[in-house]
């Protein structure tokens, strides 16, 4: 028997996320361990009179291509793939692992190769959801190997996923519920936007940045399922100080341990790790916008409680704020361009502030104002 759970998640999906309207080609990406959700969204963008395209991967897919590619084919980008990107109204990504960790033999320059074969695939993503003529949506598909990587059993698992995109049982209304997170998160927004200067204060955090001429973009739920963060993209050379990253980085399947990175106007400078700092080296010189910030963001959802290894959860914790390195997103005025787009997350639960042109905005994991 489905979970009913996945019929309400597909619901927010198709009817809030991403708004699905009558002749909207829909991309649906996804392996095939997903398989109960990708039905549910199928049957829905049909009864929204949208068109889905499904492009399913075996679960250990990208092992076996990282295993036989040769760099040529690193190098390519899959005609259907691109073209979908650039000319559907819609995309629907659901993350659906069942080995997170497949990837870690890897050598880095292979991923970092691969990953700038796949920048227009980005960068037509950025671009076009920008000018709102794609719309696109990335989800979870609460897989066991998840669960495992969270440390929590699976039934619980499960649970804290849909509590967190408020398609659990309890939540009458999910929709009505992200609009009370647009409406909380646009009177956060309306109050700081516009201004200069952003500090940072804590034990893991000194930092410095401009926000001048930049837009606040209110997450609630239509990019990301689950969500609740506000981000910009902070002045190109405006970043100075110092951070250390209170949980672990993780991209491509690898995992980097106690990031700490130092700027100055912008760039980084300093970067150590304890674990695979080779990693986070090699990564640092994909391009010239790999070493500046792409979004400066803060997590609003207070459903989401602990770290899961999962970024799509782990940076809207309610009480941290998170960086990106590469790429920006250009509807908030960012200007960085990078084949990456690296999100790395701080706490500030303790002994931590947040200061707009002085005054105080955010103090030990919420907002003051």
Known sequence: MTDKRFEKLAKILVGHSANIQPGDR?????????????RELYAQILDHGGHPHMQLALPDQEELFYSHASDEQLDFVSTFRKLAYDRFESRIRIHSETNPQALTAVAPSRQARRQKALAPILRAQMRRGAAKTFKWVTTLYPTEAYAREAG????????????????????????????????????????????????????????ALSIRGRKFKNSFGRRNMPDGEIFTGPVENSVNGWV??????????????????????????????????????????????????GEFAIGTNFQIDRFIGQILFDEKIGGTFHLALGAGYPETGSLNKSAIHWDMICDLRQDSVIMADGELVYKNGGFVI
């Open 26 to 38: 829909v991309l649906i990406e996804a392996t095939t361990a997903a398989e109960p959700l990708v």
């Open 152 to 207: 929590m059993d699976y039934e619980a698992y499960k649970d804290f996923v849909f509590r967190a995109c408020f398609a659990d049982e309890e939540t009458e209304d999910p929709v009505a519920s992200w609009k009370v997170f647009e409406t909380r998160q646009q009177d956060i927004i309306n109050r700081i936007e516009g201004g200069d200067k952003v500090e940072l204060h804590g034990p893991n955090v000194e930092l």
């Open 244 to 293: 250390r990253f209170t949980y672990p980085a993780i991209t491509g399947g690898r995992v980097v341990e106690d990031v700490e990175l130092t700027f100055e106007r912008g760039k980084v400078v300093g970067a150590k790790a304890r674990k695979n700092q080779d990693f986070l080296l090699e990564m640092l010189e994909s391009d010239r916008g790999a070493r500046y910030v």
